[in-house]
């Protein structure tokens, strides 16, 4: 029936307990000189010092446990209690002491030794009281029925002890709780994480749980919106939660969540919280999808039994989680460090990757029917880093999201490409009418991407109606109606907005006619296996109708066989973009590229 309550961490109740052993010993000292002011023999006033201050001095011995040693020091406060009463005469007033006395134990925050306080009160006003009455108690009846007023004394000092014992754990709720999401915060998860790796024979796991694209979700739709993500996260996570299950709120958009079992059992628990959250949250005037990577590590793989170790490689697994695409559940193996240590340092040499003329732009081309005519180029970032060559875009492009140089790129990127484009429709035999497709990180998805695109445009001479926009489903539904304003404004304007990845998503099919957009992009896991089952080729179908349903324009990437675009010819697909018809080409080789294309348009 008692509250548990926390347990003070090591360094804290060392503190304390210096201090209130230092003041047992000079309350023992004192007791002795107020006995001496009352004329006792000295015999007797170095007795009442050595009955409290005996305990309290074996308080103070280092190599004690810490209950124990808090049990010495409570007994040596309360017989200076018991020794004040007697030295008194047993009046009223000096019983308050008692009382004083649980104040100062109350610090320990250990109801144990509020339990050694009443036992005392107990053993010392029913053995006292009948061995010498007139120095415990103050009248007649106590003196003749010292067992009944013991346990009335005791019962008093039960209704104290159970009013620190209230106010501790209400004080504690509040200091362990985090305000937002009403979960344990990073103290309370810490102290219950080394509570259970104290017992050596328990394998416990850590999933280190942290919002995909937050910061996105803060800059474009306010903080308002990011605290909704934040606390939608903390509701979807406790339902899915086993009992014996802690979860807990880190800190700004980190969560953890402490599972019972080993790496695996781990893995399902945040598989199950990774699916609980692919619905959305319905706000008064928009959705809010939210993702999460969630990273994985027991105490067995951690070779630790320290907390922070536990929790650094359930970090290390996390962006190891974020690395891989994000939406992610990774679990911590033997050389997860490495490979985070690696991201770590190109995530620094990504900040300055354009500045320092690393960059390059590829382009691929995009090809419309049967004959394969060239109709437009995507332009594809590249990194060719000084030490490690040419870095793959799924290496850095996360690391220039998560370090925001993606704004700079990205910019760079629409201008670097327009120009491009436009001098090749100026100056390439059959490029007059080559139109441009940019990828865009939901980063920019912000203020600045109106007159950012409209300026790149302007600059390099090129009509909006000659540009595609390129944006991922899981980016345009992470805030919807902020994409729905900005994409907007630049499709009133005559730019085009193309889903790219479609299908891999959400729940594509039910929010397509919502998205903003002119086009989608048939992923290249639907094109892969078109010739070799009958299902790819019924949803490609079913994407392709629903497409032309809508009025929107339809293009295949990852067409790579003859037979791939044979079939898709067939579905009714007018647009096609993969190595079928060209890899990424560098600037210098398009202009052989667009010849040789040339010539096998007219030779079809």
């Known amino acids: 029936m008692l509250p548990e309550g926390r347990r003070l961490p090591d360094t804290v109740w060392a503190r304390r307990h210096r201090w209130i052993t230092r003041f047992a010993l000079v309350q023992a000292v004192a007791i002795g000189i107020f006995g001496l002011l009352r004329h006792e023999p000295t015999g ?19 190599h004690a446990g810490r209950r124990v040693r808090t049990m010495s020091v409570t007994v040596g406060l309360m017989l200076a209690s018991a020794g004040l009463v007697e030295l008194s005469g047993g009046v009223t007033e000096a019983h308050f002491h008692f009382f004083v006395m649980i104040g100062v134990v109350a610090l320990y925050q250990d109801w144990l030794a509020f339990g050694v306080c009443i036992l005392v009160v107990v053993l010392h006003h029913a ?40 106010a501790w754990k209400a004080n504690e709720q509040q200091e362990l709780s985090d305000p937002l999401t009403q979960l344990p915060n990073r103290t309370a998860f810490v102290e219950t994480l080394n509570r259970r790796l104290a017992d050596p024979g328990r394998v416990v796991s850590v999933l280190f749980i942290d919002i995909d694209n937050f910061k996105s979700i803060n800059d474009s739709a306010g903080h308002h919106v990011g605290d909704v993500a934040i606390q939608h996260v903390a509701a979807r996570m406790s339902s899915v939660l086993r009992e014996g299950d802690l979860a807990a709120r880190l800190g700004g958009d980190e969560f953890a969540v402490l599972v019972p079992g080993d790496a695996e059992q781990g893995a399902i628990v945040g598989r199950r919280i990774s699916d609980a ?19 994985v590590a027991d105490s067995t793989l951690a070779g630790s039994r320290d907390s922070a170790d536990l929790l650094r490689d359930a970090d290390l697994a996390m962006y190891l989680a974020k690395s891989c695409g994000k939406n992610q559940v990774a679990t911590y193996t033997v050389g997860v460090d490495k490979v985070v240590r690696e991201r770590a340092v190109l995530a620094s040499d990504i900040r300055t990757a354009l500045f320092k003329d690393e960059l390059e732009l590829y382009y691929q081309p995009l090809v419309s029917g049967a004959d394969g005519r060239l109709s437009g180029v995507e332009a594809l970032l590249r990194w060719h880093h000084p030490q490690r060559g040419l870095v793959p875009p799924i290496e850095f492009i996360q690391l220039a999201e998560e370090t925001g140089a993606i704004r700079d790129i990205g910019a760079w990127v629409l201008r670097t490409a327009a120009l491009q484009v436009s001098t090749w429709r100026r100056e390439l035999p059959g490029c007059a009418d080559l139109e441009l497709s940019v990828n865009l990180s939901p980063l920019q998805l912000g203020e600045e991407l109106v007159p950012e695109v409209l300026g790149a445009l302007s600059a390099a001479g090129l009509a909006p109606g000659l ?16 994409a729905r304003t900005h994409l907007g404004a630049l499709r009133s304007a005559g730019c085009r907005v193309a889903i790219d990845d479609f299908g891999t998503g959400y729940s594509s099919l039910s929010y397509l006619s919502r998205l903003p957009a002119d086009q989608v992009k048939i992923d290249r896991s639907f094109i892969r296996d078109l010739d070799q089952y009958s299902g790819a080729v019924a949803l490609v179908k079913g994407i392709i109708d629903m497409a032309a349903a809508l009025g929107l324009d339809v293009l295949a990437e990852g067409v790579e066989e003859m037979t791939q675009q044979v079939i898709l010819g067939e579905l009714g697909c007018p647009r096609y973009q993969g190595y079928l018809f060209s890899r990424p080409i560098p600037v210098g080789e398009f202009g052989a590229f667009v010849a040789r294309s040339a010539g096998a348009t007219c030779a079809a």
């Open 44 to 62: 007797t006033a170095v007795l009442f010092v050595a009955c409290s201050g005996v305990p309290a001095a074996l308080g103070a011995y280092p």
């Open 277 to 295: 959250l692919q619905s959305p949250v319905s706000m008064a005037d928009r959705e809010l999808f939210v993702q999460v990577s969630i990273g």
């Open 467 to 482: 540009l595609t926009l390129e944006v991922t489903e899981s980016s345009l539904l992470a805030d919807l109606e902020s």
């Open 127 to 166: 053995v006292m009281g009948h061995i010498a009455p007139h120095s415990v108690f103050g009248n007649a009846d106590q003196w003749q029925h010292p067992v009944r007023w013991a346990l009335i004394h005791a019962g008093f000092v039960l209704a104290a002890s159970a009013t620190h014992l209230v």
